[in-house]
């Protein structure tokens, strides 16, 4: 069974940083791509980043570019973001999820998708 389980959630202020962590288990972590999604309130789900199996291509969307970083550890079957200069509308539940967003999302544009498998998610708000 596939279980993946976000933390590292919190209240920050503008311009703080987070670091999320999802232990994955149920597959074999080093041979899939891993991403982050996102949910604001009232939204859908968002694509936010993705990360090949080797580690080496990490995919942001284009509002987080310069911002925030996606890295694995294939030894701890544990994929991470890291969030730096957060802003308010950064906020939402964020989730990682085990698999690749259509090809579209990787021009960097917005782009909504709903992964078949992901996480219960940890909440991030931004907020003064």
């Known amino acids: 069974e596939v279980q993946l389980v976000e933390s590292g959630g919190a209240l920050v202020q503008p311009g703080g940083s987070l670091r999320l962590s999802c232990a994955a288990s149920?597959?074999?972590?080093?041979?899939?791509?891993l991403s982050w999604v996102r949910q604001a309130p009232g939204k859908g789900l968002e694509w936010v980043s993705s990360?090949?199996?080797?580690?080496?291509?990490?995919y942001h969307t284009d509002s987080v570019k310069g911002r925030f970083t996606i890295s694995r550890d294939n030894a701890k079957n544990t994929l991470y973001l890291e969030l730096n200069s957060l802003k308010t509308e950064d906020t939402g539940m964020y989730y990682c999820?085990?698999?690749?967003?259509?090809?579209?999302?990787?021009?960097?544009?917005?782009?909504?998708?709903?992964?078949?498998?992901r996480g219960q998610g940890t909440q991030v708000t931004v907020s003064s």
């Open positions: 999820a085990l698999d690749m967003p259509p090809y579209d999302c990787y021009s960097g544009s917005q782009c909504y998708w709903t992964p078949n498998y």
């Open positions: 149920g597959f074999t972590f080093r041979l899939h791509t």
């Open positions: 990360l090949r199996s080797d580690g080496a291509t990490p």
